[in-house]
């Protein structure tokens, strides 16, 4: 489904709420998406886990899961990607779809509604999740969008960034280390897979455009320009929730039975 706003568009599918493409003033923001690999372009969305988990295992109130291995030996990017959704309302510049997660992996089912807004060279994604079961859930949110860049970019932001240390590749260990700003950048030449921690939006400067994204619950993001990026992206994921969060609960809600919370994230454009 396309939601247009002027010269401004997006594609979702019903597949996960997967957005496929993004365009502001007529141009492509997103490198193009594929739905048989959500999170190899395009921008898919993850709930109610971002990142991985390791070894898809997590204690959760003294019981033991089990969520599917999909990224091994690990389980990755939450529940969502492969849920299928259906239309609850579609106009032109607006849409929302609703769906159930259900896991045996996960203690108890999910209701979520994706609500997609398109405006002028701004893009706005609310999701509303509720406790359909009656066992306690972890929740936490996040996006994987691809921005294409142009052949140069560069964070504006704080002069130095705060990064989650690893204890091995993925799995954070608890600690922080400092990263001044100008080395998140084309020009350092380095290469990322790493989560930081920002309270604030972020803004990425491209060649020719300015992307800023901001969130109600965003504390974490994943920057990565490895081999799927294709040396034409760079993607920035904001997220709710540290890597193997439903392990060290760094950024977790909990939701009880019968509760509901709500994310919501904003990409904005100017060029």
């Known amino acids: 489904m396309d939601i247009k706003s002027g010269t401004s568009e997006a ?21 193009q998406g594929d739905i048989k690999n959500k999170t190899h372009g395009g ?13 898809g295992k997590y204690k959760w109130n003294g019981v033991e899961y089990q969520l599917p291995i999909n990224s091994a030996p690990n389980s990755i990017h939450g529940l969502l990607n492969d849920t299928a959704l259906e239309i609850s309302s579609y106009e032109k510049d607006h849409l929302v779809l609703k769906g159930i997660i259900s896991n045996p992996g996960y203690p108890s089912p999910l209701s979520v509604a994706l609500d997609y807004t398109i405006q002028d060279n701004r893009f706005i994604l609310d999701l509303h999740a509720e406790n359909e079961g009656d066992q306690q859930v972890p929740v936490a949110f996040g996006i994987h969008p691809y921005f294409l860049h142009g052949g140069l970019w560069s964070l504006e932001g704080p002069e130095a960034y705060s990064f989650l240390k690893y204890k091995d590749k993925y799995f954070p260990d608890g600690n922080f280390y400092s990263l001044p700003g100008n080395e998140l950048s084309s020009d350092s030449g380095r290469d990322f897979d790493s989560c930081f921690e920002l309270h604030d939006s972020l803004k990425l400067k491209c060649k020719d455009r300015t992307i800023e994204i901001s969130g109600n619950k965003t504390r974490y993001y994943v920057i990565y320009n490895g081999k799927w990026c294709r040396s034409v992206s760079v993607a920035l994921e904001p997220m709710s929730a540290a890597p193997d969060s439903f392990n060290n609960h760094m950024g977790i809600e909990r939701l009880e039975p019968g509760e509901s919370t709500d994310f919501s994230i904003s990409i904005e454009g100017s060029f």
């Open 11 to 31: 594609s979702i599918e019903k597949e996960g709420g997967y957005i496929s493409s993004l365009k502001f003033s007529g141009r492509d923001i997103l490198l």
């Open 43 to 55: 921008c898919a969305i993850l709930f109610p886990y971002p990142n991985r988990i390791r070894d």
